[in-house]
């Protein structure tokens, strides 16, 4: 398990160093097939079933590059306010590694498909800062290890790895920034909002499932820090595959601290990949970080040029949806939420999710009530995103079995809970647990009349005019109906018993 380094005071750490910040967030595309062969493309298949020659790089087996993963790329590039290149070209990234059939990646080197764009960001207090894109482009995923008989799931400790080559050859497209300064204190809070502003853009964009938890989005964040007023780069490490948006927040925070502390005795920083630990909240280190003269980048003689025609560039601009910024108030506008409200929901992270819940029929209050409430109490007792724990459509069923009076809001807890445990829909966890509100008057008078009876007391002071007195009563009759009596039914049926 790797072990917490020594760590500098945050604010102590802003004060000594400059922080300097730059990230590579990949993101898998959802097109049917691959991004040069045409097994299918999907979440979740047998090890090693969802593979063709080409993936695993079987000789003779000739790449053919997957259209709509290019069209995707485009639509991408321009939503980042790229430039799109005429020509663009696919080369070989050389290095081994266990899932790497081929022990090359086809990647872009020099001709990225996409290159100079901006994105603007927007930090919990409703500032704005502009990240620099220097390119975007078209590559294939690796495959996935699995490591075997350690206690932390990494390689670290394990006696032995499994690799699946269903993920390899997944289309990606890698989106790279410019070196970002002047961040200060901020930097981990824009390392988290600029990641999600990625994922909002693909999500609106329809081109990626934006599931950080299945590894649809993942980022490498580089971190270095300057000694305040030096106007000196100081050495960067680069901490990979951060796959939430709560881990890259707490990643970036994490390394400015090592790395302060390591500065600050006069030690230097290795330039290297490392490893987060979500479960210990610490990065370790993974390997030198390798220059792109190490990957020995050469065209790919097996692959002809990307050539978009200025028609189909145009097309998918026009056809781009609106920019996150403008959707973000036009949904606050729509829903009527305070600006205390919607920045509530905004630095939550599951914009889209209530947007989603909303459109499958719940209203927009509700939907914010229980995605920013119980779903991300869940989530937070579990060290996951809230979007991976509930679908919009079951939170929207949730609501509705609410609004409907078949649950009250302790049994819509319980229901949800059985949702996040895997037993089904909102209906069949309630059909499956009994939890239905019991409406019939008949059951609830029999359960009232008999803890009336029990407390001859309690009904003797509400026959005075002492009608706080039938909460005893009421707690009484929910416990007998196991929670799933209407509370306020139970107390208009206590009086008017209580005075019969």
């Known amino acids: 398990m790797a072990q917490p380094a020594e760590l500098m ?3 102590k750490a802003i004060e000594m160093f400059e922080p300097v910040l730059g990230f590579e967030v990949h993101v898998e595309l959802n097109t049917k097939t691959k991004m040069f062969s045409d097994a299918p493309n999907y ?43 005429p020509s663009s070209r696919f080369a070989r990234k050389n290095y081994f590694y266990p899932d790497l059939a081929k022990n090359y990646q086809i990647s872009q080197y020099e001709d990225p498909i996409a290159y100079d764009g901006t994105v603007q960001v927007e930090l919990e207090d409703g500032r704005t800062f502009e990240i620099d894109i220097e390119r975007a482009h078209m590559e294939e995923d690796a495959g ?11 390689i670290q400790g394990a006696e032995y790895s499994l690799v699946d080559y269903n993920r390899a050859g997944v289309p990606l497209v890698e989106i790279v920034t410019r070196m970002i300064t002047g961040a200060e204190a901020d930097a981990p809070e824009l390392a988290k909002a600029y990641v999600s502003t990625i ?11 934006a599931k950080m938890e299945r590894g649809n989005i993942r980022c490498d964040a580089n971190i270095s820090l300057s000694p305040r007023g030096s106007g000196k780069l100081g050495t960067r490490t680069e901490t990979k595959n951060v796959n939430s948006l709560r881990s890259v927040e707490r990643a970036i925070r994490y390394e400015i601290q090592r790395q302060a502390a390591i500065l600050a005795k006069g030690g230097t920083i290795t330039q290297e990949t490392r490893h987060w630990h979500e479960d210990t909240g610490v990065t370790s280190a993974g390997r030198p970080k390798s220059d792109a003269d190490d990957y020995r980048y050469f065209p790919e003689p097996d692959l002809v040029p990307v050539e978009p025609s200025l028609e189909l560039i145009e ?15 036009r949904l606050k506008d729509a829903w009527g939420f305070t600006d205390l409200e919607f920045q509530d929901v905004y630095n939550s992270g599951l914009l889209a999710e209530i947007e989603e819940t909303t459109a499958a029929g719940a209203s927009p209050a509700q939907a914010r009530k229980w995605w920013t409430g119980e779903i991300a109490r869940l989530a937070n007792a579990a060290g996951v995103d809230a979007s991976s724990l509930v679908s919009p459509a079951h939170v929207s069923e949730l609501i509705a079995l609410i609004e409907s009076g078949e649950l009250t809001d302790r049994l819509a807890r319980q229901v949800l809970e059985g949702v996040v445990a895997g037993e089904g829909s909102p209906s069949s966890v309630v059909e499956s647990r009994g939890l239905k509100v019991v409406s019939d008057d008949g059951a609830l008078i029999a359960a009232i009349d008999e803890a009336l009876a029990a407390q001859p007391d ?3 002071k509400i026959r005075d005019g002492k009608v706080q007195a039938a909460g005893a009563v009421i707690g009484a009759v929910m416990k007998a109906m196991k929670g799933t009596a209407d509370a306020a039914r139970v107390r208009e049926l206590v009086l008017e018993r209580a005075q019969a």
């Open 199 to 209: 994922r909002d853009i693909v999500r609106s964009l329809g081109i990626s499932d």
């Open 315 to 329: 097309e998918l601009r026009a056809a781009l949806p609106e920019a996150p910024a403008i959707r973000r108030r």
């Open 43 to 85: 979440f979740g298949g047998e090890p090693n079933t969802n593979v063709t020659p080409v993936d695993l790089g079987l000789p003779g087996s000739l790449p053919v590059v997957n259209e709509q993963a290019v069209k995707y790329a485009i639509s991408l590039g321009l939503a980042l306010g790229c430039s799109i290149r």
């Open 9 to 11: 005071d945050y604010d």
């Open 144 to 154: 996935k290890l699995t490591h075997v008989g350690g206690s932390t799931g990494r």
């Open 458 to 460: 309690v009904l003797a």
